[in-house]
């Protein structure tokens, strides 16, 4: 019995981690002309007030994704709940409650108490 409540701690534990998944390119590299008129590689993010993003740099989306400006475009990867939303569902007689970009699971009939 220790054993398998140990086992279940660890999943959950597991499914807390800001672990990376749902990755893909958002856009493609583009190019402006600076002040100096030199050509200069950047990305825009998707978000609803749109960042340019320098060739190279990283970011942290306030949409929960970890992006990079690269050579090919702008790469992101889900973090938190956008790393696993296509895929998790609250055990039996929880609910899934989302703070940023982190989740967690709480009983249906008392939210004070965790799921595990």
């Not at 534990?13 to 002040?35: D, E």
């Not at 942290?60 to 990867?77: I, P, V």
């Amino acid at each position: 019995m220790k054993l398998v409540l140990f086992t279940i701690v660890c999943m959950v534990q597991m499914l807390m981690i800001n672990c990376y998944h749902n990755c893909g390119f958002k856009g493609p590299l583009q190019w402006r002309q600076t002040v100096t008129g030199q050509s200069e590689g950047y990305c825009m993010t998707d978000e609803i007030r749109p960042r340019a993003v320098q060739l190279g740099s990283d970011i942290k989306t306030k949409d929960c994704f970890n992006c990079q400006c690269t050579n090919s475009g702008l790469y992101c990867c889900g973090i938190g709940i956008k790393a696993v939303e296509d895929s998790i569902s609250p055990p039996e007689g929880c609910q899934i409650f989302i703070t940023g970009c982190d989740y967690y699971f709480r009983k249906l009939y008392d939210v004070n108490v965790p799921c595990y």
